[in-house]
C-alpha cells in the first residue's frame, strides 16, 4: 500500500481525478414529506414562500426554492413537512477533461500490429482480458436485451461507435439548459463507450457490445457539477424507464464530509452548512436507493480516486459509493502494459480509494505510475507508435470525436457495469438485483473480503 500515498498527487496531473472541490446554493432545498405528495401538499409548501421546481413523488420529495431567509423556520411549522435541507450542487468531474493522448477519426486506420478484432483499437482495450469479457462474447453472451443507464456528463451521441446502441428516445438530461448530448460530456462519453460500444468494425468495443445504452446527463459537461437532486432525479427516471443496471462514476473529491463543512482544495475555504443538512442528505440518498433497488435496479459506482481508507476515514463518506444498495468500485491496473501485455492487471491502482468497510468489488480503472518512473517515453512495444507507455496503463474509450486514455474509479465502474450487463444477458433478464449481487460476488476473482479488492475483481464468470 506504500505507492497507494506517494503517488495519489498526481492525479490531476494526467486527468485521472474525476471529481472537485465542492459548492453549494443557498436558495435551493430539498423537502422532505411526510406522506405522499399531493397538490394539497404543494399548495401548502408554497403557501410559505417557496417555488417549487420539482416534485419526486415515488420518494416523496420536492425541490423549491425561495429568496425567504427563514424558509426552513416557515417549513418547519406545516405538519406534512418531515425535514428541509440544502440541495446541494457539487462538482463530480472535471469540466471539458481532455484525455491524454486523443486519437481523432482520421487516423482511425492506424491499428496496432497482431489485431484480433476488426475493431481498430480492441487490442489495446486490456481491461476486456481482466474482466474476461471475450470469453463471455464466445460463449453467445454480450450483453443482449440489457439496458444501461449512464448517469454522467452526457455522451456524443454521434459517436459512431455508440449510435448504434444508444436509446436516444429515452436519453435526457437533468442539468438546465444542457441536452444529454449538448454539449457532449467526454466523462460520459468515456465511460458510455467501456460498457457498450458497439462491436462495429469500428474503433473500440465495449464489455457489453450489446447492451442498450440510456444518457442520463445529471452533471454539467461545461462544469463539471450536479445538484444532488437532479442525481436523484435521474436514478429515478432510469429505474422508472426499465435500466437494469446503473452506472454513476461519480463522487465527491475528498469525500463528503458528514459534519457538512466543505473546503475548497484550491483556496482551503470552509463553508459550514448545518449537521443536520448533511446527514439528512445521507438518509435521503439510502431512501432513493432502494426505490431504485425495488425496481429490479442494479446502482454501480467509482470508489473515489483519493487513495484513502475508507475504513478509517472518520466524517467522510464516498457518495453514492457508500449509499446502501450501492456497488463501490475500486480501480487495478498493469504496469508497463504497452511492452509486456502479459503483465499482472489486478494491482490497487496508486489513487484509488480501498478499505474493506468501502470496496465492494474492483474492476480495470488504469494507472499512471510508469510516468513517474520513465516520464514520457515512447514505447517500443506492439502498440501505436508516438504514445508513450504510461498511457497505455489507463484504459482506451471513447471521446468526442475519437477516442482517448484514461485513468480513474470513474473508468473501473463501468467495466463492472459491463460485467453486471453480461451476467443479466446470460441469464435473459430472469435474475434479481439481490442475485446479481451474488454472481458478481461469486465471480469474482479472489476471495475473502480484501482491502484492496472487496470481493475480488470484477469477471464474467467465462
Not at 276 to 281: F, H, P, R
Not at 330 to 336: I, R, V
Request: glycine share 10%; with cysteine; aromatic share 8%.
Amino acid at each position: 500500500m506504500e505507492n497507494t500515498f506517494k503517488k495519489s498527487a498526481m492525479t490531476l496531473l494526467v486527468g485521472a481525478s474525476l471529481a472537485l472541490p465542492v459548492s453549494a446554493y443557498a436558495d435551493s432545498f430539498v423537502v422532505v414529506a411526510k406522506n405522499n405528495i399531493n397538490d394539497h401538499f404543494v399548495e401548502t409548501v408554497e403557501s410559505m414562500g417557496a417555488k417549487v421546481t420539482h416534485k419526486i413523488p415515488q420518494v416523496g420529495l420536492l425541490v423549491i426554492e425561495s429568496d425567504n431567509m427563514d424558509i426552513r423556520e416557515r417549513l418547519a411549522g406545516v405538519s406534512g413537512v418531515s425535514s428541509t435541507f440544502a440541495n446541494f450542487t457539487l462538482d463530480y468531474v472535471a469540466p471539458n477533461q481532455a484525455a491524454e493522448y486523443d486519437i481523432n477519426f482520421e487516423e482511425m486506420a492506424a491499428s496496432p500490429p497482431n489485431t484480433g478484432d476488426d475493431d481498430f483499437f480492441f487490442d489495446l482495450q486490456w481491461g476486456h482480458d481482466s474482466v474476461n469479457a471475450t470469453e463471455a462474447w464466445e460463449a453467445g453472451v454480450r450483453g443482449q436485451g440489457v439496458r444501461v443507464a449512464v448517469l454522467d456528463s452526457g455522451i456524443d451521441s454521434s459517436h459512431p461507435d455508440l449510435t448504434p446502441n444508444l436509446n436516444m428516445a429515452l436519453s435526457t438530461s437533468f442539468v438546465p439548459g444542457e441536452d444529454y448530448d449538448n454539449p457532449p460530456g467526454s466523462h460520459g462519453t468515456h465511460v458510455a463507450g467501456t460498457i457498450a460500444a458497439a462491436d462495429n468494425a469500428f474503433g473500440t468495443i465495449g464489455v457489453a457490445p450489446e447492451a442498450e445504452i440510456m444518457s442520463i446527463k445529471v452533471l454539467s459537461a461545461v462544469t463539471g457539477s450536479g445538484s444532488t437532486s437532479g442525481i436523484w432525479q435521474g436514478m429515478i427516471y432510469a429505474a422508472d424507464n426499465g435500466a437494469d443496471v446503473i452506472n454513476m462514476s461519480l463522487g465527491i473529491s475528498g469525500g463528503f464530509p458528514k459534519n457538512c463543512t466543505f473546503t475548497d482544495s484550491d483556496t482551503g475555504e470552509k463553508t459550514h452548512y448545518p449537521a443536520k443538512d448533511c446527514s439528512e442528505l445521507i438518509r435521503t440518498y439510502d431512501r432513493v436507493t432502494q426505490y431504485v433497488r425495488s425496481k429490479g435496479t442494479i446502482i454501480i459506482s467509482s470508489a473515489g480516486n483519493d487513495a484513502r481508507d475508507m475504513s478509517h476515514d472518520g466524517p467522510t463518506m464516498a457518495l453514492p459509493a457508500e449509499a446502501n444498495h450501492v456497488v463501490s468500485v475500486s480501480s487495478t491496473a498493469p504496469y508497463l502494459w504497452g511492452i509486456d501485455s502479459t503483465t499482472a492487471l489486478d494491482e490497487l491502482a496508486s489513487y484509488s480509494n480501498y478499505g474493506r468497510k468501502g470496496i465492494d468489488i474492483s474492476g480495470p480503472g488504469g494507472d499512471f505510475d510508469v510516468f513517474f518512473d520513465f516520464g514520457a517515453a515512447p514505447c517500443n512495444g506492439p502498440v501505436l507508435p508516438g504514445r508513450p507507455c504510461y498511457v497505455y496503463d489507463m484504459v482506451l474509450s471513447t471521446t468526442p470525436g475519437g477516442w482517448g486514455w484514461n485513468a480513474g474509479t470513474s473508468m473501473a465502474s463501468p467495466h463492472v457495469a459491463g460485467v453486471a450487463a453480461l451476467i443479466i444477458s446470460e441469464y435473459g433478464g430472469n435474475i434479481s438485483v439481490q442475485q446479481l449481487e451474488k454472481e458478481l460476488r461469486a465471480r469474482a476473482v479472489g476471495s475473502g473480503n480484501s482491502t484492496e479488492h472487496g470481493k475480488g475483481r470484477a469477471s464474467s464468470g467465462f
